[in-house]
């Protein structure tokens, strides 16, 4: 496979945004969305947000936990979050910027299971969750490393967040995400990360480095420990990614103009709530918004409704100046044809949508059940193409190649020409899938498909992976702090 390959620069999009309504149709959804926090409100499952929410005025009944909150209100507080912000990394020139045409993209997140072609689909366990970060660290195609990549269940639930944490830490050293559940899980974000960048916990909010990316349990329901994880993240000025889960004809109106509604009102409420916590909290709109099979109920990803979404998502954030997430999903069950041109629907969009965030951009598959091995290559593949795409374009006179054009004879080839020799090595991009040096090969190499292919490529990867460097007082005290965190956190 040869050197490690370079991680992707910082992107930009070069291109106006893609916006599919009219600022008429912007401010409805905005007004419908002001007139469902003033009228219905949403129901706070934790009194100590509804305390929040009510020493600002707004209208609290603890019977029903029902915060209404007035227009005012919410868009003073929105006026307080940041159009862009930066987290920061272990490696400073890895820094995610967030806002403006900048484009992210992060890994798969929250999967339950993973699966590759040599041992199928199973369970995740933490020699897979760490394999995820190996294998994209290596890549180099992700801006953030992620939170809960996959699910390590051989940890215990109550430490479970601490293994993850330690290996971010130890695999990647770039920005990665707290669990987006529970005030522990983020506390020891906290910790641990204020370990890794050697400061307080206090001078975090100075230089944040953190975010947690969780959700509305929609419609219209903030759980307490979503809340908690909330609160203490802004408390302390990390980044909060709010994502209402509002899928077309379950937990929103079946129209798009409705769930949109819904969507932007639901985070709006959070927007607000952590900016009364700590004025300046940068915040996230995460866009989720898709559509159902309405004879199963299962969730539909990469379809023409969610990429109309995506798009309307981000033109409602533009508006609001406040980033936007959204994702790059599929629905597939296995790594084939159906799984690429569901993601790469929905990736264009987001990128096409001036998205900040793109979420799940490396190894989603099956709606959000897997973690793949062989689809972080296929992506890889994927984010490194848009990566060459999103490039400036410039050339000179000798780029333009009139000489050449004149020097090759009419019917001739170029194949030779010292204009092509002399350029085409960074002329073309070539592709991680496509082993070109195989040609002549072609029954052993070219006659397998692209998951096998990528297999072959993942393995290879991980038996190359080197770890980032690390400062040994700095393992020293994450090792000390997470033995010293499992005893008080295990049940006796």
């Not at 050197?3 to 620069?9: E, F, G, Y």
């Not at 490396?362 to 296929?378: F, P």
Request: glycine letters at 6%; hydrophobic letters at 45%.
């Amino acid at each position: 496979m040869g050197p490690a390959l370079a991680p992707l620069p910082r992107l930009t999009v070069p291109w106006a945004p893609l916006e599919i309504l009219t600022t008429e149709q912007v401010e409805r959804i905005l007004d419908a969305a002001f007139r469902v926090l003033e009228e219905a409100g949403l129901e706070i499952r934790s009194l100590a947000a509804r305390d929040v929410y009510r020493r600002a005025g707004a209208p609290v009944d603890d019977s029903t936990q029902i915060v209404r909150l007035g227009r005012d209100l919410v868009a003073t507080q929105l006026a307080m979050a940041p159009e862009r912000f930066v987290l920061r990394s272990r490696d400073p020139a890895r820094d995610l910027h967030v806002g403006g045409n900048v484009v992210n993209f992060g890994p798969v997140n929250g999967a339950p299971n993973i699966s590759d072609l040599e041992r199928g689909r199973r369970y995740g366990d933490l020699e897979s969750f760490r394999n995820i970060l190996r294998l994209t660290h290596r890549l180099g195609i992700l801006h953030w490393q992620g939170g809960i990549v996959v699910e390590p269940v051989d940890v215990p639930v109550c430490v479970r967040h601490l293994a993850a944490y330690q290996a971010h830490i130890e695999h990647s050293d770039i920005v990665w995400a707290a669990r987006g559940v529970g005030g522990v899980q983020a506390e020891d974000a906290l910790r641990m990360s204020a370990i890794e960048h050697r400061c307080s916990v206090e001078e975090l909010a100075a230089r944040p480095t953190l975010m947690t990316v969780t959700n509305v349990n929609s419609p219209r329901r903030v759980d307490e420990e979503i809340l908690d994880n909330i609160m203490v993240m802004a408390r302390h000025g990390q980044c909060v990614v709010i994502t209402p889960f509002t899928l077309m004809g379950a937990m929103a109106p079946v129209t798009l103009a409705g769930a949109l509604v819904q969507q932007t009102a639901e985070a709006l409420a959070i927007v607000a709530l952590c900016q009364l916590l700590r004025p300046g909290t940068p915040c996230v709109m995460g866009s989720f918004t898709s559509n159902v099979d309405m004879r199963t109920g299962s969730p539909a990803f990469g379809t023409p409704e969610y990429v109309n979404a995506v798009l309307a998502s981000a033109q409602i954030g533009r508006r609001l100046r406040i980033p936007v997430r959204t994702s790059a999903v599929n629905a597939s069950p296995a790594v084939d044809a159906q799984s690429t041109y569901e993601t790469m629907f929905s990736l264009q969009a987001a990128i096409l949508s001036h998205s900040h965030l793109i979420n799940h951009a490396a190894g989603w598959l099956e709606g959000g059940l897997s973690a793949s091995l062989e689809k972080i290559i296929v992506d890889a593949e994927l984010l490194r193409g848009w990566a060459e795409l999103l490039k400036p374009i410039s050339f000179d006179d000798d780029d333009i190649g009139v000489e050449a054009i004149k020097g090759v004879p009419p019917g001739g080839h170029f194949f030779g020409s010292a204009h092509t020799l002399a350029r085409y090595e960074k002329a073309f991009y070539r592709p991680l899938l496509s082993d070109w040096s195989n040609f002549e090969n072609w029954t052993d190499a070219g006659a397998r498909d692209a998951t096998r292919r990528a297999t072959a490529i993942w393995k290879q990867m991980l038996a190359e992976y080197v770890a980032p460097p690390l400062d040994p007082a700095v393992r020293e005290e994450l090792d000390a702090y997470v033995a010293a965190r499992t005893a008080e956190l295990t049940p006796a």
